[in-house]
């Protein structure tokens, strides 16, 4: 599974970040650092999931898997 | 610089029944206001809140300074030492630092709540609130639901025996009598009384921590012992760290949830088609308790102190002087939402700043989701009678938006 960010779309709310700061780190300004394209560890796909869902602007998006 | 003749006391009683009108005449006529009433910069636009979480001259540390100020003062030692351990204690949390020390703390709790813990406690909430609900024949909806639930979830999330769930309740209200410094008439008296019992809480976490450390277990406390994997000297919380922990996650998650359930109720039972549309649509819970803390939430206002110098829209602020970032008013902001007076449970997308934003979002905002989705899915399905007995009354508070009670009646 793999996951990204628009970081046009990104407004730093910080909701991804709540679910798991691993999977979903930020940048100093509270901006989305998961990048264009970033690979899930196997086990935490639920998490990478409920994490993408908690983005108030649907910056983050699944990819694929 | 110049004023604009507007008033902006929030806490009349008209802005405490409803602080919405006031806040829609501060967004619109003096957007970054020095009220001299509240002694305090407020900031009502979504803009100007959302980037305030963004601008390091504006700080969270704000209860060290305190402290730092009351040595230098050299207050009465006595009434001092009781009062400067809970402070001390308050002056550990995350929520009042910046980083680095925020950063530190913040990875460190960041492993005890992630998203698949929170998510395993779905079923204990869901009976949690089952036995809430079955037991409620009316009444108050706050004392019976709303505030029993969440501190017996922080109680069982920390692995405390169930028996102790009201000492959590009492410890609570403690909590949030020293941190506001709320209490009225009988003040010194009950001041005393909180101090005595956060001693007590901490004696309390001091135990649990040191069970914990012979014999972990599959709760949070043991997962916030646990070494921060990244960093390569095995950081770890103290124990003095872990009960400040402890006692910031009780005081943070219980009164905010409690009025999130709460005003979420009210809010549905002043507008029944979108009760009924709920109703038809259980499917509707996530994005309609978004819509619900956007609407109606439980915080009005977070404080900040200025530690540099900064402009915001053409006003220039100064070191020293206090910001209130007026979450309820930017949830309302039109140039954000669209018709922002109207409660629409399937606002989508719905960037509603209740959880605050950034770094500093409320890291329990998941479990507070979880919490307020199935306490009002529960209340909405199992209490199809459900229907207000009495208007009810808002605390004078500038900082959280809490009900005195919620009285209603159930017809089964």
Known sequence: MRIGVDPDVCEAHGQCSVVDLDLFPLDDDGYSAVGPDREVPPGEEEAARIGVDACPVRALRVLAG | ????????????AEATADPYPPFARLRDQDPVRWSARHRAWLLTR???VSAAFQNKALSNDRVRPLLAARRQRGEPPREASAADRVLELIGEWMVVSDPPAHTRLRRLAAGAFKGQRISA???QIAALVDELVEAFTGG???SEIAYPLPATVIATMLGAPVADRDRFREWSDELALVAFGTGGDARAERHERALRGLREMDAY???????RRREPAEDMLTALMAADGDSAAGDRLSDDELV???ALLLFAGHETTTNSIANATLALLRHPDQLARLRADPELIAPAVEELLRFDGPIKVLNRWVVAETEIRGRRISPGERVHLVLASANRDPEKFADPDTLDLARRPNPQIAF???IHACIGAQLARMETRIAVAR???RLPGLTLAAEPRWKPSLASRSLEELRVEVVR
Do not use: N
Request: aromatic share 6%.
């Open chain 2, 205 to 211: 976490f001091r135990e649990l921590i040191a069970l």
């Open chain 2, 46 to 48: 979504y803009d100007d």
């Open chain 2, 121 to 123: 406690m779905g079923e």
């Open chain 2, 244 to 246: 400040s922990m402890c």
């Open chain 2, 1 to 12: 610089m110049t004023s604009v003749a507007i008033d902006d006391d929030l806490l009349t």
């Open chain 2, 356 to 358: 605050g934003k950034g």
């Open chain 2, 140 to 142: 108050d909806l706050i």
């Open chain 2, 379 to 381: 209340i909405v399905e």
